[in-house]
Antibody
């Protein structure tokens, strides 16, 4: 059974940093692209970032480029999102999701999702 | 303003059929596969349709997807109360070099 478990969310002040983790199980983690998707309170879904199975390719939404860094440790079956220079508009539930084997199409074809972790940016 | 445009809401009676549209451009829907997600209240999204018109294992065949040019549609037949949810289309965007979602459509079963 595929399971994705996010952690690391919480309350942080504007300008602060936070690192999210997503522990994966039930599939060959290193074979699949992974994405982070967020949802601000009462709003729609926003794709944030993606990484290839090997970790060699990464993509970012313009809204987070230069502030967020996606990475993965395939030996630990864990996905990360390092978030720096956080802003109020980054407040959202952050989901990690399993993508496809290939990048591009696989980045947004997300067949399993975690339960999400809430990040609140406020003073 | 989302890159992919969906109607904010649709409604229909039980046992009827409803369609949800998703309009994009040549850099996303026109050149890449469309995926659809269902998000029940308080839950994580669920993949409903992938590669324009394919159903993941376990998804009811009451759901179907189609695409023509730079637009896509999700159809739900035999509406049931448990279909009340938010529905999102998504695709890769070649110009943005990233994934994009539609703004979401709230389905109400009357």
């Amino acid at each position: 059974e595929v399971q994705l478990l996010e952690s690391g969310g919480g309350l942080v002040q504007p300008g602060g940093s936070l690192r999210l983790s997503c522990a994966a199980s039930g599939f060959t983690f290193s074979s699949y692209a992974m994405s982070w998707v967020r949802q601000a309170p009462g709003k729609g879904l926003e794709w944030v970032s993606a990484i290839s199975g090997s970790g060699g390719s990464t993509y970012y939404a313009d809204s987070v480029k230069g502030r967020f860094t996606i990475s993965r440790d395939n030996s630990k079956n864990t996905l990360y999102l390092q978030m720096n220079s956080l802003r109020a508009e980054d407040t959202a539930v952050y989901y990690c999701a399993k993508g496809g084997i290939t990048m591009v199409q696989g980045v947004i074809m997300l067949d399993y999702w975690g339960q999400g972790t809430l990040v609140t940016v406020s003073s | 303003q989302s890159v992919l445009t969906q109607p904010p809401s649709v409604s229909e009676a039980p046992r009827q059929r409803v369609t949800i549209s998703c309009s994009g451009s040549s850099s996303n829907i026109g050149n890449n596969a469309v995926n659809w997600y269902q998000q029940l209240p308080g839950k994580a999204p669920k993949l409903l349709i992938y590669y324009d018109d394919l159903l993941p294992s376990g998804v009811s065949d009451r759901f179907s997807g189609s695409k023509s040019g730079t637009s896509a549609s999700l159809a739900i037949s035999g509406l049931q109360s448990e279909d009340e949810a938010d529905y999102y289309c998504a695709a890769w965007d070649d110009r943005l070099n990233g994934g994009v979602f539609g703004g979401g459509t709230k389905l109400t079963v009357l």
